[in-house]
């Protein structure tokens, strides 16, 4: 049974950084990244990496986030720097297949920016 298990979210100032981890359980996929889904609003790509290292994020986001992946520990890493009130979000890991017709979601984790 695949389990996606998160942690590292939390309320940070304006400004300020966070690094958020997701270890699968399970299975070893080609993509592995994050989404996050702000209330009203739907579901969105932060980042994702593959198995190899090939990496593709958000404009939103870029320049600010970092991801990056442990293929020995099967874990993934969101490092997110210079954070804005409106990164504020639960955050989802998220695992796939090559084809992305296998994908598996983590239970999320709040990130909150705010003064």
């Known amino acids: 049974q695949v389990q996606l298990v998160e942690s590292g979210g939390g309320l940070v100032q304006p400004g300020g950084s966070l690094r958020l981890s997701c270890t699968a359980s399970?299975?070893?996929?080609?993509?592995m990244g994050w989404y996050r889904q702000a209330p009203g609003k739907q579901r969105e790509l932060v980042a994702i990496?593959?198995?190899?290292?090939?990496?593709n994020y958000a404009d939103s986001v870029k320049s600010r986030f970092t991801i990056s992946r442990d293929n020995t520990k099967n874990t993934v890493y969101l490092r997110m720097n210079s954070l804005k009130p409106d990164d504020t979000a639960v955050y989802y890991c998220?695992?796939?297949?090559?084809?992305?017709?296998?994908?598996?979601w983590g239970q999320g984790t709040q990130v909150t920016v705010s003064s």
């Open positions: 399970g299975s070893i996929f080609y993509f």
């Open positions: 998220h695992a796939a297949n090559l084809a992305k017709t296998i994908n598996y």
């Open positions: 990496i593959t198995n190899g290292g090939i990496t």
